[in-house]
């Protein structure tokens, strides 16, 4: 079975700094998709990034990136220039390759970010 | 952009009721997905759908839970006996294609309490 795991339950980071949130996972898959997942206070799910494994180039949106380190089955969160708006729970999930399947969810980071 | 969309956002239902979540996934999306999420703890995988069938489903979709797709647009989860337990936010989720390239996109949620 695949677990994922988000050993940091919250963080804080000054606005306009950059923040760094850590996810590893287990698997024996050898190829999956990783997402990260953004929870605001309003509680809608929302799509940050994603990044196949199959792929060794690092996925970036805008101030978002991530840093997949396939081999220590690593998955980070970069956050660039953070914004209040950025304060939210961060969930890192991780999905097998074999058609639309469920995804796996860390327990979370939740970061605030401090104007 | 479309959307997920959840009804009700908050449900308050008595002990030992029945509970129908409704959903509308994403028009042209094929896959359908119930996750919940228990305050304070991850989100869990309950229930896969595609092809008006379910597809996977966890170990915490027992024979109290059921799901259905009664016409082409709604996505609906049954609780038929509902417990304390049960009280939750209950994600809806859809993804397109036969690839899991694509990613699941999920609607704002449905805070279930039982009381």
């Known amino acids: 079975a695949q677990t994922v795991t988000q050993s940091q339950p919250e963080m804080s980071v000054q606005e306009a700094e950059t923040v760094t949130l850590s996810c590893t996972y287990d698997?024996?898959?050898?190829?999956?998709?990783l997402f990260w997942y953004k929870q605001p206070p309003s509680r809608q799910m929302i799509l940050v990034i994603r990044?196949?494994?199959?792929?060794?180039q690092n996925a970036t949106e805008n101030r978002f990136s991530v840093n997949f380190q396939k081999a220590a089955k690593s998955f980070s969160l970069k956050i660039s220039d953070s914004q209040l708006g950025d304060t939210a729970m961060y969930f890192c999930?991780?999905?097998?390759?074999?058609?639309?399947?469920?995804?796996?969810f860390g327990k979370g980071t939740r970061l605030s970010v401090i104007a | 952009e479309p959307e997920v969309t959840q009804t009700p956002s908050h449900q308050v239902t008595q002990m030992g009721q029945e509970v129908i979540l409704r959903c509308v996934p994403i028009s042209n999306h094929l896959y359908f997905y119930w996750y919940r999420q228990i305050l304070g703890q991850k989100v869990e995988f309950l229930v896969s759908f595609y092809n008006n069938e379910i597809s996977e489903k966890s170990e915490i979709f027992d024979d109290q839970f059921s799901v259905e797709r009664p016409d082409g647009s709604n996505f609906t989860l049954k609780i038929r006996s509902t417990k304390l337990e049960d009280s939750a936010m209950y994600f809806c989720?859809?993804?397109?294609?036969?690839?899991?390239?694509?990613?699941?996109?999920f609607g704002d949620g449905t805070r279930l309490s039982i009381l």
């Open positions: 990044q196949e494994a199959y792929k060794q």
């Open positions: 999930a991780f999905t097998r390759n074999s058609g639309n399947t469920p995804l796996v």
């Open positions: 698997t024996s898959e050898n190829n999956y998709y």
């Open positions: 989720a859809s993804s397109g294609g036969l690839s899991s390239n694509q990613p699941q996109h």
